[in-house]
């Protein structure tokens, strides 16, 4: 088989997987699964950058929020319908990462971590101040009529958990060719030897910018369809521990594969779900993963498994 | 009140705050400077510190002076030694790397704070202060017979943050005569100019990095301790100084120590001034903005050096 068609039969294989957990699983569980499979959008956005294009970011919220308000203050405000907002809020995700990133790249290493965290502080910020429209932390719940996409209302869990696979299907799949492409691997180049990618003649900067604004337009998708599917929109998603998250989750999983983010997702749901039934403190649980994460694999999940089955894409 | 005593009062409380802030950004600056590490946790040493000092004067009974003195001593000597103790079974582990002691330092964040929601819980808790004089302050006014002084309605600073300011004042002396003028000092430089070369000569270079990672955590509990009187014990506490003591290293050129107190001073005064009389969340935006424009097109800082 070749590698593409073997990534994709793998991809297809694990969208089958999710249908089979979602007939046979009781409603709770496969409920969670629409929830997991969005944030698992917004970590493969975040791995774009993160795993494939070495760029560690700390202030992915802001696009994860750019999509959530796009859509959402479109829909509650301006009374659009639910497809054009949908698009706005991914187009809003992008537009930002553009911005920030064209501004952000000037730094590197360090620098851009503390740049990244700042412009999203500033974003929190921002929705706070305006509260009046946002409804600052407290947020608001998405009008119903915003909901509805060709006369189908995605508030019922089946016709979520459809959208939601949908949504996710069409991401893996595309994010499963992108990296295989010559863009895939040019980044993944600058990663390795950035100084040498830019011998041989590639503009690294101007490959990192369509990274980042190709992972913030992901993440304002994800943004978007939560919103769209789980009806509500806070300020709280714009904050530290949404940065943090998508982070943890491609550690969890393995930074630089494609199937990694959802895994990383899927565990961490489940550790901190039980987590939160047991203690207030479940936000423990995600900071001793983080240390021991990086003391003993910073690989994650997917990259132990590669060292075993070298193609895992 | 006037404009003019209500500027005083301003200054005044954000000197308090700048005394804070530049004890606080020192030791992350200190961190930065000799061991190259961006640590995202020191915020949690702070808040760490205000809870330690509330323990702590809780079991001792007597006259708050007793309990706040004792409490200055521990809390800095606990958290130091809990610092040591992170490096040792952390960060060495991870031989420095900036990209991944973030994130190791961003977990130890959520280990602290999340411990503290588990034991000291979600309320806010007050520490009494050693002590507390009102202090009115006057004001010199034209008035039809000419100059005269007069007392303002609320112009007042109680002689409690008269005292931070001064104690923060003589630590920070201090801590420039340890780095410039002992051994201990010596031993840090070197190994903040080249710690390869610094181990070459013999320098205890991991000894070093694990005593300044103490140092700098102590310093930030010390802060805190300072500033818990006035303001309560929170296991949330952190994230604020955290950014703003970020906000001072960046502006102050990452790891110049004079660089710190100078911007600790501006963003102290600028931060009270601007929340006297504008929106503090407007502020707050304004300044992050600013921050990460600094580092994107001056990224040593606004007084930082260009490189030799």
Redesign the interface.
């Known amino acids: 088989m070749s590698e593409r068609l073997r990534t994709d039969a793998l991809h297809l294989g694990v969208i089958a997987l999710l249908v089979v957990l979602f007939l046979t699983l009781p409603t709770y569980y496969a409920g969670n699964l629409s929830r997991i499979m969005v944030l698992a959008i917004y970590a493969i956005g975040y791995n774009l950058l993160f795993g494939y294009t070495g760029l560690?970011s700390?202030g992915h919220a802001m696009f994860f929020a750019a999509g959530m308000y796009g859509y959402g203050l479109t829909a509650q405000l301006a009374g659009w319908p639910a497809l054009p907002a949908f698009a706005l809020g991914i187009l809003a995700g992008a537009a930002l990462g553009l911005v920030v990133g064209a501004?952000?790249l000037?730094?590197a290493?360090?620098?851009f971590?503390?740049?990244t965290l700042?412009?999203a502080?500033?974003a929190y910020?921002?929705i706070?101040?305006f509260g009046t429209w946002t409804r600052g932390d407290e947020g608001f719940v998405v009008p119903g009529v915003a909901r509805v996409v060709l006369g189908i209302d995605l508030s019922g869990e089946t016709e979520r958990f459809v959208a939601a696979l949908i949504l996710f299907s069409l991401v893996l799949l595309v994010s499963g060719r992108l990296v295989r492409s010559r863009l895939g691997r040019t980044l993944v180049a600058i990663r390795e030897n950035e100084e040498r990618t830019r011998m041989l003649g590639y503009d690294a900067t101007r490959l990192k910018l369509i990274a980042i604004t190709v992972s913030a337009a992901l993440s304002g998708l994800a943004g978007a369809a939560y919103a769209l599917l789980f009806g509500y929109v806070g300020a709280s998603f714009a904050a530290?521990p949404y940065s943090?998250f998508p982070?943890l989750w491609v550690?969890l999983g393995g930074a630089g594969t494609t199937v990694g983010p959802l895994i990383g997702v899927f565990f961490m749901f489940y550790l901190i779900d039980t987590a939160s039934g047991i203690?207030?403190?479940?936000?423990?649980i995600?900071?001793?993963?983080?240390?021991?994460?990086?003391?003993f694999a910073?690989q994650g999940i997917a990259g132990l498994v590669r060292r075993r089955v070298r193609w895992l894409p | 009140m006037q404009f003019g005593p209500h500027l005083l009062l301003a200054i005044l409380e954000g000197l308090v705050t700048a005394s804070i802030l530049s004890l606080t950004a020192m030791g992350l600056s200190l961190v930065f400077g000799v061991m190259r590490v961006?640590n995202v946790a020191h915020g949690e040493a702070y808040m760490l510190g205000a809870v330690l000092a509330w323990w702590v004067t809780g079991l001792i009974a007597g006259h708050p002076a007793a309990g706040f003195v004792i409490a200055a001593i521990a809390a800095p000597l606990i958290m130091g030694a809990l610092a040591v103790a992170s490096d040792r079974l952390?960060l060495k582990?991870?031989n420095y790397d900036?990209?991944?002691t973030?994130?190791?330092t961003?977990?130890?964040?959520?280990?602290?704070?999340?411990?503290t929601?588990?034991s000291f819980g979600?309320d806010a808790r007050p520490v009494e202060p050693p002590f507390n004089q009102r202090i009115a302050l006057p004001w010199l006014e034209r008035t039809e017979e000419g100059w005269a002084w007069f007392y303002p309605w609320g112009l007042s600073i109680t002689s409690y943050k008269l005292f931070v300011i001064a104690a923060a004042a003589l630590i920070l002396v201090a801590i420039w005569l340890i780095i410039t003028r002992t051994r201990a000092g010596l031993l840090m430089r070197a190994t903040q100019q080249d710690s390869e070369t610094a181990q070459a000569f013999g320098i205890p270079v991991g000894t070093v990095y694990s005593v300044v990672f103490g140092i700098g955590a102590a310093l930030a509990a010390l802060g805190a301790v300072l500033v818990v009187p006035i303001q309560q014990a929170h296991y949330l506490m952190g994230?604020e100084p955290l950014?703003l003591s970020?906000i001072v290293v960046?502006i102050g050129g990452l790891g110049s120590l004079p660089g710190t107190v100078i911007a600790a001073l501006l963003i102290g005064l600028s931060d009270g001034i601007i929340s006297v009389f504008f929106?503090p969340?407007?502020a707050?935006?304004i300044a992050?903005?600013l921050?990460?424009?600094v580092?994107?097109?001056r990224?040593r800082g606004l007084l930082g050096k260009a490189p030799a």
């Open positions: 560690l700390l501004l952000a000037r730094t290493g360090v620098a971590m503390i740049v700042m412009f502080q500033s910020l921002t706070l101040y530290v943090i982070l550690l203690t207030l403190a479940y936000m423990l995600a900071g001793l993963a983080l240390v021991l994460l990086t003391l910073p | 961006v952390v582990r991870l900036p990209d991944r973030i994130v190791a961003i977990g130890l964040l959520y280990i602290a704070q999340q411990t929601l588990m979600p994230g950014l970020f960046i929106s969340t407007l707050k935006i992050t903005l921050v990460a424009m580092l994107v097109f990224p």
